[in-house]
């Protein structure tokens, strides 16, 4: 299938990803500004750089991948949705665009998906199946996240699926009030209580963020924790690890041969493999993520059936929960 790159920043992930990408991929174009970097990328790969929608030959492309933010990235998704040409778009997404881009996709029997990424990557992924196995066994009880305002769509989407793919959980956010006496109103971190489906939620934002939109002043990007009667399960950050801590229980329990036996048992395990440096995190896991991704696009394209976490009560659901969160969090102290 033919795959047009839309932005040269973020979209040379993509350009990166399809490189080793094995599900019959293969960039036909790419679609940017026209800078010097843009015209440079397409000459070095042969293939031809467009600067509008409109320019693009009919029927030259299959998939578009927009890396494209904000308005600018909604509007262009919208103009290659009409152009018959599926679609996979980067995250945030606003819900009102998302939704009408969800339409249009249905009206014309397109696939359109949300690049989340982070949940994709190798420790998320540990903890995600572990979360799913607890799942089977027992309620969730308590969901935790720790974020910041550039990570948190992403850390949004992580905990909806921590709650289950398998049937849509609205997202409910108690009202935030600061108290005269509050000595958190002014500092660093606000903490949003909430629910979805009977599980509480307890979200932690950092309210320092930088001119630049390099992450350079975030304390911390996808800090998740999901507590089982069983014990609970810790995701320190997107590149790990994954934690698995089983609960001790009570000293009187220690006394049947069960308890012994738990008492001989490590009291903390690692679900996410050995540690990855900067680099491979950076690079191979992420690129890894971003194939991943492609790869689901091309079976929901050849099936007519969505992954679960592209369908769209998921999409909407993480997209309102994530613009109440930043409507909350107040404004932003410089880093």
Do not use: K
């Amino acid at each position: 299938m033919r795959v047009l790159v839309c932005g040269t920043l973020y979209g040379s992930a993509y350009l990166q990803a399809l490189q080793a990408s094995d599900c019959g991929l293969r960039l036909a174009g790419i679609l940017a500004r026209g800078s010097a970097r843009s015209r440079q990328l397409a000459a070095q790969l042969g293939v031809p750089l467009y600067t509008r929608a409109p320019e693009l030959p009919p029927h030259s492309v299959d998939i578009a991948c927009v890396a494209v933010g904000g308005a600018a990235g909604s509007e262009l998704g919208d103009a290659l949705l009409r152009r018959g040409i599926h679609v996979l778009i980067e995250h945030p997404q606003e819900r009102d665009a998302l939704a009408s881009a969800l339409e249009e996709a249905a009206r014309r029997r397109l696939a359109f998906h949300v690049n989340s990424h982070f949940a994709d990557l190798e420790a998320p992924q540990a903890f995600l199946a572990a979360c799913a196995a607890c799942r089977a066994r027992s309620p969730l009880l308590l969901l935790s996240l720790v974020s910041n305002p550039r990570a948190l769509y992403s850390c949004v989407e992580l905990a909806a699926r921590a709650l289950g793919l398998e049937r849509q959980r609205p997202f409910s956010f108690r009202p935030y009030e600061v108290q005269a006496s509050d000595s958190s109103a002014g500092g660093p971190l606000v903490s949003i209580h909430g629910e979805a489906g009977g599980v509480p939620l307890v979200v932690q934002c950092l309210r320092i963020d930088s001119p630049a939109d390099d992450g350079a002043t975030a304390w911390m990007s996808h800090r998740a924790t999901a507590t089982f009667a069983e014990g609970t399960l810790a995701l320190a950050e997107a590149s790990g690890p994954a934690l698995w801590l089983p609960a001790a229980g009570p000293p009187s329990a220690f006394a049947t041969l069960e308890g012994q036996a738990r008492l001989a048992a490590p009291a903390w395990s690692v679900l996410s493999g050995s540690p990855a440096t900067h680099a491979h995190f950076l690079w191979q896991q992420r690129d890894a993520a971003n194939r991943l991704v492609l790869h689901r696009l091309v079976q929901h394209i050849a099936s007519g059936v969505p992954p679960p976490e592209q369908r769209p009560a998921h999409l909407l659901a993480v997209s309102s929960a994530w613009r109440e969160l930043m409507d909350r969090i107040g404004p932003l102290r410089p880093g």
